[in-house]
């Protein structure tokens, strides 16, 4: 591949392009869009813009993937916790409804751009990963909450405000005397509904004999089918009068392509929120993407992605839209009605183009609430309780991160919830760093394999202490390892050797080296050896480089094995007659663990 088709995905696979994946691509581009238009609209309102800015974000941006993505399914556009992040960010600065508030959710997506391309261009792509899985897990089960309860507003038909759990349900309550019924009609109804057609819909068309392919289609337009029952009803019964608020006028045409503002105290304060929606969205993205890659057996670039999903949001930007991302299920559904390249996010671009030009002016009467269902059920489906307790049966630790992403994000808010669940990761991570597991080993009666002392039957001597460590050696964890051996030491006043066994150790930092050199002098001075076993070539190669081992009171062995028959003959002899060579595995095995 070369350079240019490297940053231009788009000159690899459009060489190949011919008229049957084009027409897999037009077939699922029709499916997404159908889907994309009232999710587009439900998102903006979610993100407190008018609708028409949500067909703008899945416009352009959906080209931009096409040209600079690698991912053959990935279906760009809003999606609802980057809405979520938005609102919440964007509403710190500005009140919603005022061109200020557009302006800033404009900027927001032009400087989550720029990260994305920046941190593409330098090969960032990596820091992704100090977002633990279940920290995202955490994340986006709190952010469906959050979203859901902001949405009950529109169902009900009250006046509420609010960016937290506790916020939002104390004033849709202090509100529940002036509840519209007919908005909670509309809502509830709609909401029903839409839970049937992603439950039962499907299975019903096709136990009436219908073709699947056509059955996944019709239950995909589920949404559509709401939007255009209830905008009739609303425009035939005028409930816009009767107190059910309704979508209004939306601006038919394209959006006209604009520099966002450069104010560059707008920019400072949007600089970390824009921060946290890129490396969210593409945590998102990327996960989704890798995941349908692996089902055709191909595979994304992660540091192009970066750029991808970065000049998706510029493109966003220019054209009036707003933070986007990969959505999980539009993707899903993109996949799944065949797409086989990016160019069918470029068909779907298309299809919401005339959607904003003919279609705009028919979802005038579309009421509120039907929106706020489509939102609720959306988001529901990314609740998932189950995770939370597979993940406290794992692992403690995991789950404190867990719960405190959470609990923080539903009751102080996104930004401090992410920001909680990054520290507390990073934290738990190097705390357990710190404090790697070391074992006390002795050989497997019959082998030449070293074993556990506390899970496995094995045979040990009183001259020679063999410790495993099973993590590279680096400042964090260098002190407890010394302490570690210290104390062992102290307590068996026989030991005439002491050997770091090594398989584990990938990398020994200059904290660790001297470390080591300090475990060398102090047991030189204790009248013990230290010596070294199973080290690896390239941190041999290091150790080469300094004086280390010609200040090493011992030897490094290959393996422990010939570490056990130089210093402990006697030892390694009644292992060896202990059990005959060829004692079968299921015999020796005592634990689960090495």
């Not at 999710?39 to 800015?53: D, F, H, K, N, T």
Request: proline letters at 5%; a neutral charge; charged letters at 15%.
């Amino acid at each position: 591949m070369t350079l240019l088709q490297r940053y231009f995905p788009i000159l690899d696979w459009g060489k190949k392009y011919d008229k049957s994946t084009a027409t897999s691509d037009l077939v699922a581009a029709v499916i997404v869009t159908i889907m994309l238009i009232p999710q587009s609209l439900a998102y903006a309102l979610l993100a407190g813009l008018p609708p028409e800015v949500g067909l703008y974000a899945s416009i352009l941006p959906l080209v931009a993937y096409a040209i600079f993505g690698t991912s053959r399914a990935l279906a760009v556009g809003p999606v609802a916790v980057v809405s979520l992040m938005t609102a919440s960010a964007v509403g710190e600065l500005a009140q919603q409804g005022t061109p200020e508030y557009l302006g800033a959710a404009i900027v927001l997506a032009l400087l989550s751009g720029l990260m994305l391309v920046a941190m593409g261009l330098f090969r960032l792509g990596f820091l992704a990963n100090l977002l633990s899985h279940p920290v995202i897990s955490g994340f986006i089960t709190a952010s469906g909450l959050l979203i859901a309860s902001s949405q009950l507003k529109h169902i009900l038909g009250v006046p509420a405000h609010g960016h937290t759990l506790y916020d939002i349900l104390l004033s849709i309550i202090s509100h529940l005397n002036e509840i519209n019924w007919i908005t909670f009609g509309i809502g509830a109804a709609s909401a029903i509904f839409l839970f049937w057609v992603r439950k039962g819909l499907r299975a019903l068309l096709l136990r009436s004999g219908l073709q699947p392919f056509l059955a996944d289609g019709l239950a995909k337009a589920g949404p559509v089918a709401a939007v255009a029952v209830t905008t009739i009803a609303s425009a035939v019964f005028q409930l816009g009068d009767r107190g059910v608020r309704i979508v209004g006028d939306i601006p038919s045409g394209l959006p006209v392509p604009q520099l966002p503002s450069f104010d560059s105290d707008l920019w400072l304060a949007l600089a970390g929120p824009a921060l946290l929606i890129s490396v969210i969205g593409f945590v998102e993205s990327v996960s989704v993407a890798q995941t349908l890659a692996a089902k055709k057996r191909q595979r994304i670039e992660p540091d192009q992605e970066l750029i991808g999903l970065g000049a998706s949001n510029i493109a966003s930007a220019i054209s009036g839209g707003y933070p986007v991302t990969g959505g999980f299920a539009r993707s899903v559904v993109n996949f799944d009605a065949g797409a086989a390249t990016p160019a069918a996010g470029a068909f779907t671009a298309i299809g919401i183009a005339l959607a904003t030009l003919f279609l705009t002016p028919l979802l005038t009467y579309l009421p509120q609430a039907t929106l706020a269902a489509t939102i609720i059920v959306a988001v529901l489906s990314l609740v998932d309780f189950g995770a939370i307790k597979r993940t406290f049966a794992y692992s403690k630790s995991d789950f404190t991160a867990m719960a405190a992403t959470i609990l923080i994000t539903l009751f102080f808010g996104v930004e401090p919830g992410v920001v909680a669940g990054v520290t507390l990761s990073i934290a738990l991570h190097l705390y357990r760093s710190s404090r790697p597991h070391m074992a006390i080993v002795g050989v497997v009666p019959g082998s030449e394999h070293f074993r556990n002392v506390d899970r496995h039957k094995v045979v040990t001597g009183d001259r020679v202490l063999a410790l495993r460590v099973d993590e590279s050696l680096f400042f964090a964890n260098s002190r407890y390892m010394e302490d570690r051996i210290y104390a062992l030491v102290a307590d068996r006043p026989d030991i005439e050797h002491v050997v770091l066994m090594c398989p584990a150790v990938n990398e020994i930092d200059a904290s660790a080296l001297e470390s080591l050199e300090e475990i060398n002098h102090r047991l030189k001075d204790s009248g013990v050896s230290f010596h070294l076993s199973e080290v690896k070539g390239p941190v041999m190669d290091r150790l080469k480089r300094t004086d280390f081992l010609e200040n090493l009171t011992g030897e490094v062995f290959l393996s422990q094995y010939d570490a056990l028959c130089a210093l402990d003959p006697l030892t390694a002899h009644i292992a060896e007659s202990r059990l005959p060579k060829k004692t079968a595995r299921s015999d020796l095995w005592a634990g689960p663990e090495i």
